[in-house]
């Protein structure tokens, strides 16, 4: 019986991560950052993908160090070029969720960090899920988006600590919170739990950065050097 894709790509996985090295493995997270926001990131993407957990490592050192490796590629959109940054983290805790978990877990400056809160919705673990709860009774000034994204990812790990979370959050002071309260859930729900939301038409989206055109370098880049 041949071997299921699946079990091919597995195979093939692994050979490419015992062949490669720190340095070419450096290479590829620095190839990925480069092409943020073009149309080479998705490729791009499947090659960190198929590193060892060094490579959550190493998106985490570039992370630490903004300005020492060229984020962005030079036609980009400063938009398209956050979000796919962005992106590389949630793929990186979803690839390697315990190295993802752990690093988290020893920066407590990351605690707070929405990009950070966001990924963490891909990490199905109880230290995850104390740091998002944490998050979200947060309540100190400028702490908003933190409540907010830390119940996305709350709900995407279909939390039950959910439902008494809303209570207070339906009642927080910032009204982008209260309005996530009310939408998130709504949004993730399923037709047989909230019918309605089968049959309610989609909101089409207009992206005012679109990637297949150039963007002025003139514009600076959100990550420093480009």
Known sequence: MPDSPGANRRRADAVTMADVTELDATAVVHQLLAAAGSQLYDSRLIEFERLSDI????????????????????????????EDVWRAFVVAARRWPDRFLERVLSEPDLHGDIEILDALGEVDRPASRELLVA?????????ALGRKYALGSLIRLADPQVPDLLVGLVKDRDSSVRFAAVRLPLSTATPDRCPPCSTSP???RHPWGPRSLPW???????????
């Open 55 to 82: 490579g959550c490592d190493l998106l985490f050192a570039v992370r630490d160090r903004p300005g020492d490796v060229p984020i962005g590629a030079r036609s980009a959109h400063p938009r398209d070029i956050v």
């Open 135 to 143: 998050a979200i009774k947060q309540r100190r000034a400028g702490h």
């Open 216 to 226: 002025p370098r003139s514009r600076r880049s959100p990550y420093g050097k480009a």
């Open 202 to 204: 989609k909101r089409r």
